[in-house]
C-alpha cells in the first residue's frame, strides 16, 4: 500500500490567487470560514517542505483554517530538489490516527484531498509556533506535560508493548512507503553535518571549529552512524518523525503537535532526542538573547518536564497494558516486568540523548538550521553559539552511556553551562 | 502489498491421488518429469507447516521434482489451528530473490501458483536434509562453509549497508505483511517455553527442571524479552527466518537452503544463532548417539566454520560496497569503517548467541522439537540430553557479553561440554 499520488491529473500549486476559489467548492470548509465570504490569504509556513496558508474571512477573523500542501519539490531547496507529494498521505495517515489517540493534542482535519496533497485544518486562534515564543523568552506552563504526554500516548500506543503482532504489521504497511522523507532525514540528520557537503550551512569561525572537532573525530562519527543505524533499521513504534519546537502551536493554556508527514515506523527514542535538543538549541540561545538566566533555567527545567511527564505515562500504559506481540500473561510476574521496563527506560534516556546530539549538530552545520541561533545577525556571537551547540552535542554523545537518571541528563548540561559561553 | 491468497476459489489441497493430475496440466513440470509418464508421488516433508511430495517419472526416477503447497491450518498442528495460505506467496517471493543472489545455493523453481499456494521445485537428487544425516554422524565437508556464504550473501545483500533507502523501503513492504508465521515465530521462540503452556512438549524430569530453573530464572526470561523485541523491531535484512539443520538438502558435495517460508526483515543474528544452536541441539545428541568424540568434534569445528565464513565474506562484501543507505562516500575513513564493521561484527557475535540460546530451549521445550533429541525413545536419556541443552542456552545467554571471538564462544561451549553430561 502506498500513497502514489504523484500523477500531475487533478494536481495544481495553489496560491494566494488560487485559493479561495478552491476552498469555495469545498462546503466543510466553506462552513467554517463562512458562505461568500471575502478571504484573507497569508502564506505562514516556517517548514522546510510545503505551503502553509492561514485562510480568514476578511470580515470577521475568527473564522479561518489553514490550508497546507505539498509541492513536488522540497520548499526549501526549490524546485531543483524533486520530493514526491506522497507526504502529504502521510501527515494525512498520522493526523488521523494521532485524532483518535490524542484528540486534543492535534488540530482537527476538516478535509483532505490526496489528488492535491492538501490538508484542511483547524486554524489555532492565539497559538504561534512554540519556537518563535521560546525565542522571544515566553514560558508556556503546560507545553512540556504536553510534549511528554503526546509522545507517550502515541509512542506507546503504537508499540509492540500496546498493538497485537498482525495489527502491527498492517499499520507499519501504511507508512513503510514514506521512503522519501526517511531519506532526507538520513542525509540531513545523519550524514551531510559531519562531513564536507555542499548542502551545509557555511559560517567561517563555525566551519573551522567543525572540520577539527567534528568531520575528523572518529569516535563522535561512529556515534552518529549507529544512530543512523537504529534510525534506519528500528521500527519500533509510529513516530511523529520530526517532533521539534517548530512542530508545536501553543499558547499559555494549549499546545497542538503538527507536521507530522515525517512520520514513519523508528525508534522511540528519536522523537524524544529531537525535542530535547531542541530545546538544547534554544537554551543556548538564549545565551544571547536575554540577559538574566531565568529562561535559561526554564527551559532546562522543561527538558525535565518533558521526560519525567513522558515517562511517567509511558510506563503507566505499559503497566495497565492487555496482552500484545510482546506481553503475554504468565510469562513474566509483576516484578520482573517492573525490572524490564526500568532496564528499557534507562536505555531509552540514554538513546534519547544520543539522537539530542545528532539533532544539535545537524541544526547547527546542515542545511536546515533553527532560527534560534541562524537569526541572530552577528556571525561571530552566533558562531560562538554554534560551537557551543557543538561541544554539547559531543558531550552529550560520549557521556550518553554513563546516564542513570534524567538528573544526571540535568548534571551534565547544568555542568557544560558552567564555563563561558559567549 | 500483500499475497492475500487466502480465498477458496481455484484452491484445492493436493493429495497423492490428485498430484498427477494437477502436474500434467502445467507444461514446465511435463518436460521435467516426461510426457505421459506415470508417477510415483511421496509425502517427504519433516517441516512443520507445509505439505512436501516427491514427485518421479515411475520409469526414471532420475525424473522427479519437489511439490510444496501450503494448507490454510498448521500442519503440525492439524486442522484445529488455522493458518492463512499467504505464506507461500512469502517463500516464492524469497526464493526468487535467492535464485538470484545465490543460485547455486537454493533450488530452481519450475513453477509457482499464487492461487494453488503451490511452488514446484528442482528435485535435489541424491541430497537428504542435513539433520538427518547430522543425526546419522555423516561429516559434510562442504556445508559450513555453505552456509556462512548463504547467510552472508543474503543478509548483506538485503541489508541497509548495501541496499539505497528506497528499495530497501520496497523490498520491505513485500514481507512486512507475512504476519502470521512472524507470530508463530514470536509465541513458540520466545514466549510459550519459558511458561507454562499446553503447547509445550512434556518429559517428566525435563519439566521439573525447567520448572526450577527456566521459567522461574528471572534474568534469563528478561533475556528472552530483549531478544523477542529484537526480532519484532529490528529490521535489519532480509531473514530466511527458519535456517536450521532441516532447512537444508546436501550431500558431500552441495547444499541447497530450502524453506524460506518465515522469511521476513529481521535481525541478521537470527539467521546465524538459530543455524548455530542447532549444531549445538546436534551435539549433544551426539553424547548418546556416537561412541566417539569425533563426530562432536566436527560439529563444533563447523560452528566456527560458519562463522568464519558467514564474517569473513559479509565483511568483504560490506568492505567492497559502494554507496548505501548507511555508506556515504566521505562519511568515514577507510579506518573508521574497518573500526565500525568490528565493533558491529562483535555485537552481531553476542546477538546470535543470544539467539542461539533462546533456539535450544524453543526446540527443548516447545511444541517443534528437534529429531537430533526428540527420537531418542529412553525418556530418562532423553532428558538428559535435555537438560544438557537448556543448560548450555543458560550459559549462552549469561556469558555471551563476555565472548570477543569465535574462539571464546568455542572454549565457552568446550568448557561446558568439559562437565559429564549423560
Redesign the interface.
Known amino acids: 500500500?502506498?500513497g502514489a499520488n504523484n500523477t500531475t491529473a487533478d494536481y495544481r500549486i495553489l496560491d494566494r490567487d488560487s485559493l479561495p476559489e478552491y476552498l469555495a467548492g469545498i462546503p466543510a470548509v466553506v462552513e467554517v470560514l463562512g458562505p461568500g465570504a471575502d478571504l484573507n490569504v497569508r502564506e505562514i509556513g516556517d517548514g522546510n517542505l510545503n505551503f502553509v496558508f492561514h485562510v480568514s474571512n476578511a470580515a470577521d477573523a475568527s473564522k479561518a483554517v489553514i490550508v497546507k500542501q505539498a509541492v513536488p519539490y522540497l520548499r526549501l531547496a526549490g524546485e531543483d530538489w524533486p520530493l514526491g507529494r506522497d507526504r502529504m498521505t502521510y501527515e494525512i495517515r498520522a493526523l488521523s490516527l494521532y485524532n483518535q489517540l490524542v484528540p486534543g493534542l492535534v488540530p482537527k482535519a476538516y478535509h483532505t484531498d490526496e489528488q492535491m496533497s492538501t490538508l484542511i485544518m483547524e486554524y489555532l486562534g492565539d497559538h504561534i509556533i512554540l519556537r518563535l515564543g521560546m525565542i522571544d523568552g515566553i514560558q508556556y506552563p503546560k507545553v512540556a506535560e504536553h510534549i511528554g504526554y503526546f509522545m507517550a500516548e502515541t509512542l506507546f500506543a503504537t508499540s509492540?508493548w500496546s498493538m497485537g503482532?498482525?495489527e502491527r504489521?498492517?499499520l507499519?504497511?501504511q507508512f513503510?512507503?514514506n521512503?522519501?522523507l526517511?531519506?532526507l532525514s538520513?542525509d540531513f540528520i545523519f550524514?551531510f553535518p559531519?562531513?564536507?557537503?555542499g548542502s551545509n550551512y557555511s559560517n567561517p569561525a563555525t566551519d573551522v571549529w567543525a572540520r577539527e572537532n567534528i568531520h575528523t573525530d572518529?569516535q563522535y562519527?561512529?556515534d552518529v552512524?549507529?544512530f543512523?543505524?537504529l534510525f534506519?533499521?528500528?521500527?519500533?513504534a509510529l513516530l511523529h518523525g520530526d517532533l521539534h519546537s517548530g512542530s508545536m502551536m501553543v499558547n499559555q493554556a494549549d499546545s497542538y503537535v503538527i507536521d507530522m508527514e515525517f512520520a514513519f515506523f523508528g525508534p522511540i527514542a528519536f522523537d524524544v532526542g529531537k525535542i530535547i535538543g531542541n530545546f538544547l538549541l534554544c537554551c543556548t540561545s538564549h545565551y544571547y538573547r536575554s540577559g538574566g538566566t531565568e529562561y535559561r533555567q526554564w527551559l532546562l527545567q522543561q527538558i525535565e518536564v518533558i521526560w519525567n511527564t513522558f515517562g511517567s505515562h509511558f510506563v503507566e500504559r505499559w503497566t495497565q497494558a492487555g496482552e500484545s506481540?510482546?506481553l503475554?500473561n504468565?510469562?513474566?510476574?509483576n516484578?520482573?516486568q517492573a525490572?524490564?521496563r526500568q532496564?528499557y527506560m534507562h536505555t531509552l534516556l540514554q538513546d534519547a540523548v544520543g539522537f539530542a546530539a545528532c539533532s544539535m549538530t545537524r541544526r547547527t552545520l546542515g542545511i536546515a538550521g533553527v532560527a534560534d541561533i541562524r537569526d541572530i545577525e552577528d556571525a561571530d556571537i552566533r558562531s560562538k553559539l554554534e560551537i557551543a551547540n557543538l561541544k554539547l552535542s559531543k558531550r552529550l554523545m560520549t557521556g550518553r552511556k554513563s546516564l542513570n537518571s534524567i538528573d544526571d541528563l540535568l548534571a551534565l548540561i547544568k555542568n557544560f553551562y558552567s564555563s563561558p559561553i559567549l
Not at 534506519?232 to 519500533?236: G, M, P
Open positions: 500500500m502506498s509492540a503482532s498482525t504489521r498492517q507499519m504497511e513503510t512507503m521512503a522519501e526517511c531519506k538520513e550524514t559531519y562531513m564536507e557537503h572518529s562519527k561512529l552512524l549507529a543512523k543505524n534506519v533499521s528500528k521500527t519500533e506481540t510482546l503475554t504468565g510469562f513474566l510476574s516484578d520482573e525490572q524490564y532496564t
